[in-house]
């Protein structure tokens, strides 16, 4: 069965270097996103991208965020400069169509230090 | 804004005690109530759509329904294997999901 892929699993970095969350979607989707979730907090929407372009964006996605699905398969979030408050767990979702159900990856633990 | 409040936040069955757990939604134009499993540090692994009041769906010992204004998750007969957190969330159109958070469930044998 086709599966979203995150990688890397757990990064480690320190406060105000940049990271690269890298995500391969499920081949036939069309609607790419990118969630977070805080230790013991809910999921929190991040950014949406559809047909190269954000589509949607929540308050939280602010200048250190950017997106790019740089080769047609990868799908990647860039923070520039990490804070302590960005460490979370990153999930990447994709879907088919902008009403089905959206199948998320296992997530990428970053801890800023 | 979109809202969605899951209760209880946490549920202690015994395995085959059946029970139920509650998702009460506001949302502009909902387009879709989606209900996912999270296992503790993995991503939300989905379980069902629903559309429309008065839908239903079922999976083995799970089965989602909805009204105008909120959604259950029947859980018959569970087992420990059931036990994972259960996330609701909702999508309004063209909108990204706006989720939950989460009713933690454990089921002891």
């Known amino acids: 069965e086709p599966e979203v892929t995150q990688t890397p699993s757990h990064q480690v970095t320190q406060m105000g270097q940049e990271v690269i969350l890298r995500c391969v979607p499920i081949?036939?989707?069309?609607?790419f996103y990118w969630y977070r979730q805080i230790l013991g907090q809910k999921v929190e929407f991040l950014v949406s991208?559809?047909?190269?372009?954000?589509?949607?964006k929540s308050e939280i996605f602010d200048d250190q965020f950017s997106v790019e699905r740089p080769d047609g398969s990868n799908f990647t979030l860039k923070i520039r400069s990490t804070k302590l408050e960005d460490s979370a767990m990153y999930f990447c979702a994709g879907r088919m169509g902008v009403n089905t159900e959206a199948f998320f990856g296992q997530g990428t633990r970053l801890t800023v230090v | 804004e979109d809202q969605v409040t899951q209760s209880p936040e946490a549920l202690r069955l015994q395995e085959g005690e059946s029970s139920s757990l509650n998702c009460s939604y506001t949302v502009s134009g909902l387009r879709g109530l989606f209900w996912y499993r999270q296992d503790p540090g993995k991503g939300p692994e989905f379980l069902f759509t629903?559309?429309?009041a008065g839908e239903e769906k079922e999976k083995e010992r799970l089965k989602a329904t909805l009204t105008k204004k909120e959604s259950f998750l029947h859980i018959t007969a569970p087992k420990p294997e059931d036990s994972a957190t259960y996330l609701c969330a909702v999508q309004a159109y063209r909108r990204a999901l706006t989720f939950g958070s989460g009713t933690r469930l454990q089921v002891q044998p």
């Open positions: 081949s036939n989707h069309l609607y």
């Open positions: 629903l559309y429309s």
């Open positions: 991208f559809y047909n190269n372009e954000i589509s949607e």
